[in-house]
């Protein structure tokens, strides 16, 4: 199992499923988006997934908030 290592960072940040501060693993996932046709370079979109250590609650986020 080869799949290309993201960065992990470990940051405490506020889990809404434990209601608390926890450890939490972030990383930066690059997703492609094809949802606009008429775009012909596939757009990627870096994501911001965080997953407590605790619960087990992943989220991504999208960095692009523009
Ligand atoms: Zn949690």
Not at 16 to 28: A, K, L
């Amino acid at each position: 199992m080869s799949k290309s290592q993201s960065t992990l960072t470990e940051l405490t940040e506020h889990c809404e499923g434990c209601g608390s501060r926890t450890p939490h693993e972030v990383s930066i996932e690059l997703k492609t988006e094809s949802k606009k046709r008429t775009n012909r370079e596939f757009s990627r979109e870096p994501y911001r997934v965080t997953q407590c250590r605790v619960c087990g609650d992943k989220r991504s986020q999208r960095m692009n908030d523009a």
